[in-house]
């Protein structure tokens, strides 16, 4: 008897350990957020917003649910400059997240989503720094890795959910996804591939390359170069036949290419198209084309009576370019990253600049040669350099004589800027 006993305490002894083994094994408990957090309710009462750390210190912290009701929101710098915070665990309710939410956070790692990537992509991310993505290497959800994005039940992708996201490398979209932001796989480094249902009706994929359909007033519709994949394999490209526009930064990052062809059917291109396109040297236009031209491989826009330089190709060899007395403006990035640059001949007095970061990057550039005064430079530089990015360079004015004062100055000599 005394045998049996023993045998039935160490058989409920075995199973008591063995299921405190299988609870430990098991998937971590998210059913609630982190101790210490700060919350509050939602307007309507019906779920929370995080508004701060509160006494949280965590490594790995968890937002998913508090007081029993999910939280939909992650408030205004809410973990912001939060150098212990390595994880985050963030909830399938959760619906937007304020700005600058997660900026500081230097340590962070690693996201995990426990809802869908279709759930991912519709969250809405106030700006870069709302995304933990902007500053973890990795998104795990459903307790994997995600490398590929299936997207087949969302109506849109936002633009800040995928961004900035190191490790995706393929995208499929579904015949649901209706729009798509245009910044949406920008900073996609490893992305190589995007396709999409055929049965979508707003976006198709050729050869990897994503398109926005557009409808026409003539009952036909307008395709739109909106992403090339950033890894893409290849070092030339030429824009289809069929496409008509090329959208905002659609090239992005693509450092791959060497060389891209226009046709003489685009009529659009939006700003940036080719930022962080280290290696390209050359954007080709069909001399046919009504709106946009190319010389020595630099891309250009026809703009009434004067002319817009759009895109310095980044990866362009040449040491030395001319802005010639036709360029009227030069567009946001216009030379970003041109860093083969060392000078730059102005030729003309009245230039104006499209927009922010133009001569960003120009880490080499350190000589200006000016066709006007002092006077005009200084309107000039004003105009083009407002932001800041301008580099530190040597100006020298034109003299067509040889000046008698000690001043820098540059003339001609058999059609080359020479200084005196």
């Keep these: 008897m005394k045998t049996s006993k023993l045998l039935a305490l160490a058989l409920a ?8 083994a299988f609870v430990g094994c098991g998937k971590p408990d998210y ?22 750390l509160g006494t949280c210190t965590e490594e790995e912290i968890v937002v998913t649910n508090y007081n029993d009701l999910p939280v939909y929101e992650i408030a205004y710098r809410a973990f912001a400059d939060c150098t212990t915070l390595e994880s985050i665990v963030l909830g399938k309710y959760l619906e937007y997240v304020d700005s ?33 993505l902007e500053l973890a290497e990795s998104l795990y959800i459903d307790g994997k890795l995600v490398t590929e994005a299936r997207i087949t039940t969302a109506d849109h ?3 800040y959910n995928l961004s900035n996201y190191g490790k995706l490398k393929n995208v ?27 049965a979508n009706t707003d976006f198709k994929s050729v050869d990897g390359c994503l398109y926005g ?13 909106a992403r090339y994949p950033s890894a893409k394999k290849g070092t030339t490209f030429t824009m289809p036949d069929f496409a ?13 290419l060497k060389e891209v062809s226009i046709g003489a059917n685009i009529n659009y291109i939006a700003s940036a198209p080719f930022l962080n396109c280290t290696n390209l040297e050359k954007i080709n236009v069909d001399s046919n084309n009504a709106n946009f031209y190319s010389v020595d491989g630099v891309l250009y826009s026809k703009e009434y009576y004067m002319d817009c330089l759009i895109s310095y190709p980044a990866g362009k060899k040449d040491t030395t370019f001319v802005i010639d007395q036709n360029t009227f403006m030069l567009a946001q990035f216009a030379f970003t990253n041109a860093k083969n640059i060392t000078k730059l001949v102005f030729l003309t007095t009245e230039l104006i600049s499209g927009g922010y970061h133009t001569f960003e990057g120009c880490t080499n550039l350190t000589e200006v040669f000016f066709i006007g005064n002092k006077s005009q430079w200084s309107s000039i530089r004003m105009t ?19 000046p008698t004062d000690s001043g820098n100055y540059w003339h001609y000599v058999n059609d080359v800027p020479t200084k005196w």
């Design 13 to 20: 002894t075995l199973l008591a350990l063995s299921s405190f």
């Design 31 to 52: 059913s609630t957020s982190s101790e210490g957090l700060e919350f509050k309710l939602n307007d309507d009462e019906t779920g929370y917003v995080l508004t701060g």
């Design 100 to 132: 600058w939410a997660f900026e500081g956070c230097t340590n962070l790692k690693k996201v995990t989503f426990l809802g869908t990537i279709d759930d991912w992509v519709q969250i809405y991310f106030y700006n870069d720094y709302s995304n933990p």
């Design 157 to 159: 992708i936002d633009g």
């Design 172 to 198: 499929y979209i579904g015949s649901s996804v209706e729009y798509i932001v245009g910044d949406a796989f920008i900073g996609c480094e490893n992305l190589e591939s995007i396709q999409v249902d055929e």
């Design 213 to 225: 359909v557009y409808p026409s007033i003539y009952d036909t519709v307008i395709y739109k170069l």
């Design 244 to 256: 008509t526009g090329i959208e905002f930064m659609a090239f992005e990052g693509a450092t791959n």
């Design 384 to 402: 083009i350099a407002h932001d800041g990015t301008f580099p530190d360079v040597t100006v020298y004015y034109y003299s067509e004589n040889q």
